[in-house]
């Protein structure tokens, strides 16, 4: 069982930064998997970005691509992604999730709030 606490959340205005982070349980971090979705009100969650447990190889979506880094520290048992340049329409509950050992594990999110 992996155990994911996401942080950093919360409200900013239009063109602004935030820093997401999660932390994950376990001795095998680095073999994880790690990924960014997100979950605006009335809508799905979709994908925003993933990294690879080495953290060489990054993904993003298209919407994300270009203003959001995902990134680890296998010593912290911790990803993050960077938010910049962010809209209202990013506002959303933002989720982490691990994929460890073929299973599939979520965070309980952190809500984003971007203000115009």
């Known amino acids: 069982q992996v155990q994911l606490v996401e942080s950093g959340g919360g409200v900013v205005q239009a063109g602004g930064s935030l820093r997401l982070s999660c932390a994950a349980s376990?001795?095998?971090?680095?073999?994880?998997?790690m990924s960014w979705f997100r979950q605006a009100p009335g809508k799905e969650r979709v994908f925003g970005a993933t990294?690879?447990?080495?953290?060489?190889?990054?993904y993003y979506a298209d919407s994300v691509k270009g203003r959001f880094t995902i990134s680890r520290d296998n010593a912290k048992n911790t990803v993050y992604l960077q938010m910049n340049s962010l809209k209202p329409e990013d506002t959303a509950v933002y989720y982490c999730?691990?994929?460890?050992?073929?299973?599939?594990?979520w965070g309980q999110g952190t809500q984003v709030t971007v203000s115009s």
């Open positions: 376990g001795r095998t971090f680095s073999t994880y998997v």
């Open positions: 999730k691990a994929v460890a050992n073929g299973n599939t594990f």
């Open positions: 990294i690879s447990g080495s953290g060489a190889n990054t």
